[in-house]
């Protein structure tokens, strides 16, 4: 079993839906949790970062942590089709030499 | 520029054929990084480097070698390439209390 398991998709939503994207892990030792999100062809990118539970908003994004589940959130708001991408969670222990422990990441679709 | 740039962009090599994936990050951050991105795996940590001159095996190092002599560059080698080393390759890099990783661009790598 994967320390990070995440849906691949394709979530294909329309223009102006909210899109929920997730993450379920299995190692409780995780506190910082990341959003990334991939175009195609490019490096991920750095999204939405939070540390242990709660919630944490960034314009039409609302990262959601649930350390009890154990699941991870991402909302978008009014998604637009430049949100079509490929998202991935991410999430480590503490201490800097741990390292990022990603999920397969979810593709995403917003049609006009 | 500042930022982390990897070369080249594509690359096709024959099998058994060595070949370096170059990574340059102009912010002087202390930790670097080696992925590989696969469907169905995600993004699988190969090697990672906390500082110049300190190297340490990730996830998959089977088959690949890097070094650090300095700290703005972190160069990837597939001594021997395999069919199955054939993805596409991100580096990324981070400094000592930042969470988030900054990734290049990726180096797509067909080998045959």
């Known amino acids: 079993q994967k320390e990070v398991e995440q849906d691949p998709g394709p979530l294909s939503v329309p223009e102006g839906a909210i899109v929920s994207l997730n993450c379920t892990y299995s190692n409780s030792a995780f506190q910082y949790f990341m959003w990334y999100r991939q175009y195609s062809r490019k490096g991920p990118e750095l999204l939405m970062y939070?540390?242990?539970?709660g919630n944490k908003e960034d314009g039409r994004f609302t990262a959601q942590v649930d350390k009890s589940s154990k699941y991870i959130s991402l909302f978008i708001r009014d998604s637009q089709p430049s949100d079509s991408a490929t998202y991935l969670c991410?999430?480590?222990?503490?201490?800097?030499?741990?390292?990022?422990?990603f999920g397969t990441g979810t593709r995403l679709q917003v049609t006009l | 520029d500042a930022g982390i740039t990897q070369s080249p962009r594509y690359k096709i090599t024959e099998t058994g054929r060595q070949v370096t994936l170059m990574c340059h990050q102009t912010w002087s951050h202390s930790y670097m990084f080696w992925y590989r991105q696969d469907l169905g795996h995600g993004l699988r940590l190969i090697y990672y480097s906390a500082a110049a001159d300190i190297t340490d095996k990730g996830e998959v190092p089977d088959g690949y070698v890097v070094s650090r002599s300095k700290t703005e560059n972190f160069p990837l080698t597939l001594e021997s390439a395999t069919r199955s080393q054939t993805s596409v390759y991100f580096c990324?890099?981070?400094?000592?209390?930042?969470?988030?990783?900054?990734f290049g661009s990726g180096t797509r790598l067909t080998v045959v």
């Open positions: 990324a890099s981070r400094e000592d209390r930042n969470y988030g990783y900054t």
């Open positions: 939070t540390y242990s539970s």
């Open positions: 991410a999430m480590k222990r503490t201490g800097t030499a741990s390292k990022l422990t």
